[in-house]
């Protein structure tokens, strides 16, 4: 993408029709990314027994609208890790701009943590390397199992349906549950868009229709009738 980091939000930004991140059966990409320590590390180094990998940034009102319930399922699965790929931010404004460098993306990733992010944080590269590799959407899931296999997968996350997930994979069932697109509440989006300043609501309700449309309506549709893969949580790729 030439525009990246781009200052205004659009819809038109991402292919809401196709998801191009790994499926599940895939092998997962790894990526050396730094932590908030200022440490590198390699995304896929994890002791749990399943990783889940959230994409996310303080802009984004979904992503903000599943912290909650995120941070609910860290304690109830203690043997699996938990991490967020701050990767651009979702909807720019005059408070929370896009990001110029790799520093000011730090310095928002920094600020997620201050905000009381229970998970690891880790930072995409400036021209969203690791993003791009997990499909390039704003609040997508990835559940890797300890053979770097992505068992489970989400292009918006559900915390209900993340949460199903793991427990059948736990179990030692398929995680074939369906993920389907839940709204956020407003009060929230508007508490995100207010934060990143002006300009961000703008965009943000000028492409409210067609995010409705496609996401709300089309995809679930389409879920619906789509037969999930069966993978194993121990499978091999």
Known sequence: MKNYNYDEFSS??????????????????????SNIAGEIVNLLDFTG???????????????????????????????VNFSVLYVREAH???????HKSIEGKIGCAKKLNKDGEKRG????????????????YPNAVFIVNKNQCVVYR???????????????????????????????KPSIAIK????SG?????????????????????????LFLNVETITPPDAKC
């Open 154 to 184: 989400s292009d918006w996350n559900s915390v209900p349906a993340t949460k199903a997930a793991l427990t059948r994979l736990l179990s030692g069932k398929p995680a074939n549950n369906k993920s389907y697109f839940l709204p956020v």
């Open 198 to 222: 002006k300009g961000a609501a703008k965009d943000f309700f000028k492409g409210l229709p067609t995010l409705i449309w496609k996401n709300v309506i089309k995809r679930n549709v389409s």
């Open 121 to 136: 944080i880790l930072i995409d590269e400036i021209n969203g390397s690791a993003h791009n590799g997990y499909g390039g």
């Open 12 to 33: 038109n930004t991402y292919d809401l029709d196709n998801f191009y991140g790994p499926a599940v059966g895939d092998k997962a990409p790894n990526f050396s990314l």
């Open 92 to 98: 720019p404004g005059s408070n929370i701009p896009s």
């Open 192 to 195: 995100t868009l207010r934060r």
């Open 49 to 79: 027994d399943f990783l889940v990998l959230e994409l996310g940034s303080i802009t984004c009102p979904l992503f903000q609208g599943r912290r909650e319930g995120m941070s609910d399922l860290v304690g109830l699965f203690p043997s």
